[in-house]
């Protein structure tokens, strides 16, 4: 009969079957009532609560409240993260990329789902007109890349330096899509000494994007490590690089000798 309010009532209830029958109603009711199951002690009942807010279309209206679930340690489960970040990716502001750069940051956190925070920052000014979790056509939203930016910078250098291969890639990629000038200098570092051949490769490219002063440099040195996939990368930066004729040819003479 479409009436929410005898649902929502059951967020207390006993019966942990009564009261996902009442999420899985309130999700077909399109009802914003379902976030205070958000707070339910059974993973599986927020869990449903959160396909509820943002699966096929969501309810938007519930959606600050999924993205607030940011701000706590209690979980660790990929559907449900992942609809976390992508509610704060689709509810936008400074909170949001504050909460996304903050879980990032944390060690604690799984490392594919500190991949996924990174990656909904660096395309905040162009985000993807599907949904990032089911795929639902959202249509574009651009808007201002400031608040990202300013958010990663407060973790790039300490992740390019410090974080798992993968993430510090991710944060490489991000600093190129948000432009973030601060982490350079993490990034010339990283370039020069990082273990995997990989993160040198994301440190270059990420170099080239920011257009560096010191790319010239930094191609240089790459074409001189020991991986050759790096090399690979630095001859492809090369014509677009805008770089002297002449140094050009120093380089690729060196390449060649």
Do not use: C, K
Not at 5 to 19: F, I, M, Q
Not at 145 to 168: D, K, M, N, T
Not at 200 to 225: E, P, V, Y
Not at 227 to 251: D, F, H, N, Q, Y
């Amino acid at each position: 009969i479409g009436e929410a309010a005898p649902l929502v009532a059951l967020r207390d209830h006993p019966s942990r079957a009564l009261r996902i029958a009442a999420v899985v109603a309130l999700r077909r009711l399109r009802h914003d009532g379902v976030a205070t199951f958000l707070d339910d002690a059974d993973l599986y009942i927020v869990t449903e609560a959160a396909r509820a807010i943002n699966d096929d279309g969501g309810i938007e209206a519930a959606l600050p409240a999924l993205a607030a679930l940011l701000d706590e340690s209690r979980f660790t489960e990929e559907p449900l993260l992942r609809r976390i970040i992508n509610a704060n990716s689709r509810v936008g502001g400074p909170e949001a990329t504050a909460r996304l750069a903050a879980f990032a940051n944390r060690p604690d956190a799984p490392e594919a789902l500190r991949v996924e925070a990174l990656a909904a920052l660096g395309v905040w000014a162009t985000p993807s007109v599907v949904d990032r979790v089911d795929g639902l056509y959202h249509g574009p939203a651009p808007r201002d890349a400031a608040p990202a930016r300013e958010a990663l910078a407060s973790i790039s250098s300490p992740l390019l330096q410090q974080g798992p291969v993968a993430v510090a890639i991710a944060t490489a990629e991000a600093v190129s899509r948000l432009q973030d000038e601060s982490a350079l200098p993490a990034l010339h570092e990283r370039l020069r000494g990082a273990p995997a051949p990989e993160l040198r490769i994301a440190a270059l490219q990420a170099l080239n994007a920011l257009g560096d002063d010191g790319l010239a440099n930094a191609i240089q040195r790459a074409l001189s490590d020991r991986a050759e996939t790096v090399r690979m990368t630095a001859l492809g930066l090369i014509p677009g690089a805008s770089l002297p004729g002449a140094s050009v040819a120093e380089m690729l003479y060196a390449v060649l000798d």
